[in-house]
């Protein structure tokens, strides 16, 4: 009798370790604090609402920094030696996924890893940036958002704004592989509609004034492409463009909002929430490989109503009714 109780005891006790055990593994996982890394390449409004939007958007998907995320935020300063020395902190720290807002920044997290998953965001040609093969499998460690826009679609604009222009100015950083892509497209359109194309470029803000000048005296309009180094001087930028009245096009409704005439452009608020739910998904166990890139298929017309008063530009009553953002 004595032993049939002594091994039911112990077979209970086994068991119940096993329980608890289980149990504890169970919580365990529950409890286990994710580690996001994110590179952001500057500060600029646009970059900033994106990385706002992509912490929210993990929320929504019951990813609260605190809780069960810890975030390692690092701006970038505009620098790929920092951008690749963070990258290589947070291969050390062997955090979960990695964060890259913007081209640049995405592309040297990638130098840095082919292991730890990256997820970018708002990132204008993910192919010729050399992130990815293809945006329907990206084949590696690396997927995310695009902020792809069709460059005919804002020149329909400038059409419809500004009729007759000749000359297009293009004003950029040439170290973005995200605008000379669009920039290109550009060219494209300009010859098919016969039109002239002169290029001012940049390699950082401070030749910014003297580029905008020197497109300002030659040009009917000019155009940036969603290029983060104008994205960053939009005040030097239209203030040499409202001096000489020479309508400003942008990429981006941050641009639009820091002085550019106009966008046909992207919601980035939904793109960083899309971000979001991208990064809880590898969080989750998604494999990047096989998660497509998405773009943002909702685009709207973004105006700045001070910048066409200021050039004596009337903005088309259809543009207006056709639910344009007044900005
Ligand atoms: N698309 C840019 C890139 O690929 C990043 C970006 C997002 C941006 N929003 C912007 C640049 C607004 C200029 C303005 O690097």
């Known amino acids: 009798m004595k032993k049939i109780i002594t091994l039911l005891l112990t077979v209970v006790l086994a068991a119940s370790t096993l329980f608890v ?3 504890g593994e169970k919580s365990d996982a529950e409890n286990k604090t994710f580690k996001v890394g994110i590179i952001q390449l500057v500060e600029h409004p646009s970059l900033d609402t994106i990385r706002e939007s992509l912490i929210a958007g993990l929320e929504a998907e019951g990813f609260k920094e605190g809780e069960n995320l810890e975030i390692d935020y690092q701006n970038g300063q505009n620098d790929m030696g920092t951008m690749k020395n963070i990258a290589q902190k947070f291969v050390g720290d062997e955090v979960d996924v990695i964060v890259a807002i913007a081209t640049p920044a ?8 082919t292991d730890i998953p990256i997820v970018f965001a708002a990132i204008t040609d993910p192919i010729s940036a050399e992130l990815v093969a293809s945006n329907d499998e990206p084949g590696g460690n690396v997927t995310g958002t695009s902020d792809y826009i ?27 592989a995200n605008s000379v892509s669009v920039i ?60 000489s009245k020479t309508p400003f096009y942008v990429s981006a409704d941050s641009m639009v909002k820091d002085g550019g005439l106009a966008t046909y452009g992207i919601d980035y608020t939904v793109l960083g929430n899309e ?28 105006v700045n109503q ?7 530009l009337e903005i088309p009553q259809d543009i207006i009714d056709g639910g344009a953002n007044i900005l």
Do not use: H, W
């Not at 995405?106 to 890893?113: K, M, P, V, W, Y």
């Not at 497109?215 to 969603?226: E, G, N, R, T």
């Open 150 to 176: 069709a460059v005919d679609k804002i020149m329909g604009l400038a059409e419809e704004i500004t009729p007759d222009f000749r000359t297009i100015g293009a004003l950029y950083n040439t170290g973005e």
């Open 306 to 312: 001070t910048t066409a008063d200021a050039l004596g």
């Open 184 to 243: 290109e497209d550009l060219k494209a359109y300009a010859e098919e509609k016969g039109l002239k194309v002169v290029t001012s470029t940049v390699t950082n803000t401070s030749e910014v004034q003297q580029a905008a000048q020197k497109l300002a005296d030659k040009c009917d309009i000019v155009f940036s492409p969603i290029d983060n180094t104008i994205a960053s001087s939009m005040q030097v930028a239209t203030d040499v463009f409202n001096k």
């Open 21 to 23: 055990t289980g149990c």
């Open 275 to 302: 971000t979001g739910k991208m990064i809880a998904e590898v969080l989750n166990g998604a494999d990047t490989a096989t998660m497509a890139v998405k773009t943002m298929s909702d685009l709207q017309v973004y």
């Open 106 to 113: 995405a592309q040297a997290a990638l130098s840095e890893t």
